[in-house]
């Protein structure tokens, strides 16, 4: 079993929809949890950033965290066709130390 | 210049070539890392500098080769590569505060690596 599993996609969602990502996880040491945008012919950028359990909403993006069932989301409302990308969850145990990547879920919006 | 730079952003090379990847962070930051991203597969982390000391070698072959000469360069060496070595290579550095934790990594735009 990976230790972090994502839906690689592709998820095609018209322009003005909500994009719904997910990723879950086996270790339940993990406590940091983040969501990077990877555009096409670049480096990833980190979107959201959160520890432990719980919700964070930054703008049109809101992550959540439940670590009962170790499972994490992160919804994008009001999607644009900018906001297609490859979408990549990571997480940690502690606050330094290796970053488990999921293997990121393709995203296209469509006007 | 700004953030994480990489080059070249491109390269294809032969079995039997030696190249370098050569990547310069901006940010004034402590620790680096190489990563290889192949289709469909999480990052895989390869090497972490922190204050231009190797502190993590995952397991990777030889014939990739770092050197860290100071806290904003990083170079991966290749030498007698693989095609299966084909694949994004991506460069991240961080500000690592040691027992008070290791902030966001921040990533280049990544070396596109061809192997024939």
């Known amino acids: 079993q990976k230790e972090v599993e994502q839906d690689p996609g592709p998820l095609s969602v018209p322009e003005g929809a909500i994009v719904s990502l997910n990723c879950t996880y086996s270790?339940?040491?993990?406590?940091?949890f983040m969501w990077y945008r990877q555009y096409s012919r670049k480096g990833p950028e980190l979107l959201m950033y959160?520890?432990?359990?719980g919700n964070k909403e930054d703008g049109r993006f809101t992550a959540q965290v439940d670590k009962s069932s170790k499972y994490i989301s992160l919804f994008i409302r009001d999607s644009q066709p900018s906001d297609s990308a490859t979408y990549l969850c990571?997480?940690?145990?502690?606050?330094?130390?290796?970053?488990?990547f999921g293997a990121g879920t393709q995203v296209v919006v469509t006007p | 210049e700004t953030g994480v730079t990489q080059t070249p952003r491109h390269l294809v090379m032969g079995m039997t070539n030696k190249k370098s990847l050569k990547c310069e962070q901006h940010?004034?930051?402590?620790?680096m890392y190489w990563y290889k991203q192949s289709a469909k597969k999480p990052l895989e982390l390869m090497f972490v500098?922190?204050?231009?000391?190797?502190?993590e070698n995952n397991s990777v072959p030889s014939r990739f080769s770092p050197e860290c000469p100071n806290s904003s360069h990083l170079f991966l060496h290749l030498h007698t590569l693989q095609p299966e070595d084909s694949a994004l290579y991506l460069c991240?550095?961080?500000?690592?505060?040691?027992?008070?934790?290791?902030?966001?990594?921040?990533f280049g735009p990544g070396t596109r690596l061809t192997v024939l």
């Open positions: 270790n339940s040491a993990f406590q940091y």
């Open positions: 500098y922190s204050l231009e000391e190797r502190v």
């Open positions: 940010l004034g930051h402590n620790a």
């Open positions: 959160t520890y432990s359990s």
């Open positions: 990571a997480m940690r145990a502690l606050s330094w130390g290796k970053l488990q």
């Open positions: 991240a550095s961080s500000q690592d505060r040691g027992d008070r934790g290791t902030d966001t990594q921040y």
